[in-house]
């Protein structure tokens, strides 16, 4: 494998940071300063896949951790990592992990069940406190 030169690291951190974008394997190349053609060979020789299956892996990993972690809607987790269509998110998360999205996140506890502190605790220090702020009176030294 050829260490990948700064130009590709450039182009893999933005498909990192912004995986939820709808990013395109052209923005990809020109964040590199490359030609598409030249920037998919290249991406592919330093990482060992192409750029698109990069981009769409970090998706689903991120679509997975919200489907273990919150308790949001399928279509609502697939439009947060920035793919556009239900149909083919459940059919790319399938081939990634095996099962569909909703068996994947069956098989987790649910989302409200991993909170460490009871609820009224929480909604206590949630709540914003009434405090007057005032100048600090100083006393006369004797």
């Known amino acids: 494998m050829v260490p990948p030169v700064r130009h ?18 052209a923005d990809l190349a020109t964040a590199a300063g490359l ?9 592919r020789r330093a990482f060992g896949e192409p ?3 990069y981009l769409l892996t970090r998706r689903m990993e991120r679509a997975a951790a919200l489907l273990r972690n919150t308790d949001r809607e399928v279509t609502e987790v697939c439009f947060a990592v920035g ?4 149909g ?4 790319s998360f399938r081939r ?14 649910p989302a409200h ?5 009871p609820g009224c ?22």
């Open 83 to 86: 793919l556009s269509s239900v």
């Open 96 to 109: 990634v992990y095996g099962v569909a999205p909703l068996a994947y996140r069956a098989s987790f506890p």
């Open 35 to 43: 030609s598409r053609a030249h920037f998919s060979r290249e991406f």
């Open 121 to 142: 605790v929480a909604q206590a220090y949630g709540r914003p406190q009434n405090r007057t702020f005032r100048e600090a009176t100083t006393t006369p030294s004797s």
């Open 88 to 91: 083919s998110f459940t059919g």
């Open 8 to 25: 590709l690291l450039r182009a893999r951190d933005l498909a990192d940071a912004r995986y939820f974008e709808p990013l395109t394997v």
């Open 51 to 53: 750029p698109h299956r």
């Open 113 to 117: 069940r991993k909170i460490r502190i």
